[in-house]
């Protein structure tokens, strides 16, 4: 999806790539090697488009995410999923409440193939170190909650991945509501022992296991766990729904 993208190029919005697309020019590699500007461009403002997109080639191949973080808008960051994938952190968050002080507790960290969990008293200061190996970072409503309460637990952390929020992404396929909702709407499966936790539960485990009881951790770990887990599923979804809500004309190419 990344090489058939044009709305990171300046002026560039989804009806002028729609254009494009009409035209023949599907891929990166059909702008490069059109025989003529195409229409809506003047011949300055296509050397200037493909120029752009010569550094994108160039950058999708060095793996600079950094390239396409900045020049897509965050709406549109779900169209790197595929490239990126192989270096992506499915993240969420637990803490001791939602308002402004509260402090994180446990962050789950999933690679696909690993998972790896950060505890607040134990391992939670190697998070920064943790993320800055990733390219990509899926959240369910990770701009407004997670993200922000890493910024503040870590002042002066970086993030400046690719990120791929599923609550924004999810609601165009006309999938709303809170993460647990749409998992069972689109048939993922819970252990029955976390398949009714939620958040404020999340919030009773850890003051549980503060506490001293060592169950309520490695509930409150597993519950987290399933949480990440689970977005890798609902990010392939969507990036399939909403590749295939572009109607993309078929160019024999990957299909990616």
Not at 35 to 56: I, K, N, Q, V, Y
Request: glycine share 8%; with cysteine; charged share 25%.
């Amino acid at each position: 999806m990344l090489e058939h993208t044009f709305v990171h190029l300046p002026g560039v919005g989804g009806t002028t790539e729609r254009r494009l697309w009409d035209q023949g020019i599907i891929r990166w590699a059909d702008a490069l090697c059109a025989d003529a500007c195409p229409a809506g461009f003047s011949g300055e403002r296509w050397t200037l488009s493909c120029r752009a997109l010569e550094e994108s080639m160039r950058s999708l191949k060095r793996g600079d995410y950094r390239h396409f973080a900045q020049g897509l808008s965050s709406a549109e960051h779900w169209r790197a999923w595929r490239d990126f994938r192989h270096r992506v952190a499915y993240l969420d968050i637990e803490t001791t409440g939602c308002a402004r002080y509260d402090q994180v507790t446990v962050v789950g960290i999933y690679d696909g193939n690993r998972t790896t969990c950060f505890i607040a008293g134990d391992n939670l200061d190697r998070l920064p170190e943790a993320l800055a190996r990733y390219s990509m970072l899926v959240t369910y409503n990770g701009a407004s909650f997670d993200l922000p309460f890493l910024r503040r637990r870590f002042p002066g952390l970086t993030i400046d991945q690719i990120h791929v929020d599923l609550m924004h992404v999810l609601r165009r396929l006309n999938l709303r509501g809170g993460l647990k909702a749409i998992e069972r709407r689109v048939g993922l499966a819970r252990d029955d022992d976390i398949a009714h936790l939620d958040g404020w539960d999340a919030v009773r485990l850890w003051r549980e296991w503060q506490r001293g009881n060592r169950a309520s951790l490695d509930l409150l770990v597993r519950y987290n766990t399933a949480d990440i887990e689970n977005l890798e599923h609902l990010a392939e979804m969507a990036y399939t729904g909403l590749r295939a809500s572009l109607c993309l004309p078929c160019d024999g190419g990957d299909g990616q």
